[in-house]
């Protein structure tokens, strides 16, 4: 079965320092994979997806970036954060090929809660 | 005016009530809609999609309306475990063009 994890869960940053979150997929190949941010009372705001290996779609301006080293890892990183980064970050990927969830269905990992201080 | 907006709530309803929420969206060439239920400081996870024609899942209704570009959900007989952020989704052709709107937040009291 198809499972997406990411982590670190919970984290806590002093302004200016770097950020690394980590996802990665098991149980399929060559998934859509996504990250999302949802801010305090706010709906989730697409970041990046990934088709594949090395491509990246920003979705919006900001201080982050995203890497896909693997076929089923998506990295999320920034250099120096903001305190505007502070969020509810989580990775996702596509179902709806191969059986797996409905078409347009979106499984998601547990997530990460940033907080920038 | 946002893409996609619904009714923040919060909804506190007694168990066994009945309960609505809407959606509406904004874009035209929206293709396909769903629900999604969040748990507190929980991910996202797919309630339901919703069909042109409307679609029953258990006490769970979902419906759309093109014309007037809204989408509702309908919770009957209410469960304390239904207490949950309810999130409308609305699709323009790709995953990458899914936007979900901030949630209404149901409580269910005993």
């Known amino acids: 079965s198809q499972t997406i994890h990411q982590w670190p869960a919970t984290l806590v940053q002093p302004v200016g320092s770097p950020l690394s979150l980590e996802c990665t997929v098991e149980g399929t190949s060559n998934p859509n994979l996504y990250w999302y941010r949802q801010a305090a009372g706010r709906g989730l705001q697409l970041l990046f997806y990934s088709v594949g290996i090395g491509q990246i779609s920003s979705e919006v301006p900001q201080n982050l970036s995203a890497s896909r080293p693997q076929d089923r890892q998506f990295i999320l990183s920034s250099k120096k954060l903001l305190l505007s980064d502070s969020g509810f970050y989580l990775c996702?990927?596509?179902?709806?090929?191969?059986?797996?969830?409905?078409?347009?269905?979106?499984?998601f990992g547990e997530g990460s809660r940033l907080t920038v201080l | 005016r946002k893409e996609v907006e619904q009714d923040p709530g919060p909804f506190n309803v007694p168990e066994g009530a009945t309960v609505a929420f809407n959606c509406t969206y904004s874009n035209s060439a929206s293709q396909s809609f769903f629900w999604y239920r969040q748990d507190c400081r929980k991910e996202p996870k797919l309630l339901m999609s919703v069909y042109s024609s409307g679609n029953e899942d258990g006490r769970f209704t979902a419906q759309l309306n093109r014309a007037s570009q809204y989408i509702s959900l309908l919770i009957r007989d209410s469960k304390l475990s239904d207490s949950a952020t309810y999130l409308c989704v609305v699709n323009r052709g790709s995953a990458r063009q899914l936007t979900f709107g901030s949630g209404t937040q149901l409580t269910v009291l005993p």
């Open positions: 996702a990927w596509k179902g709806g090929l191969a059986g797996v969830g409905r078409t347009g269905e979106l499984f």
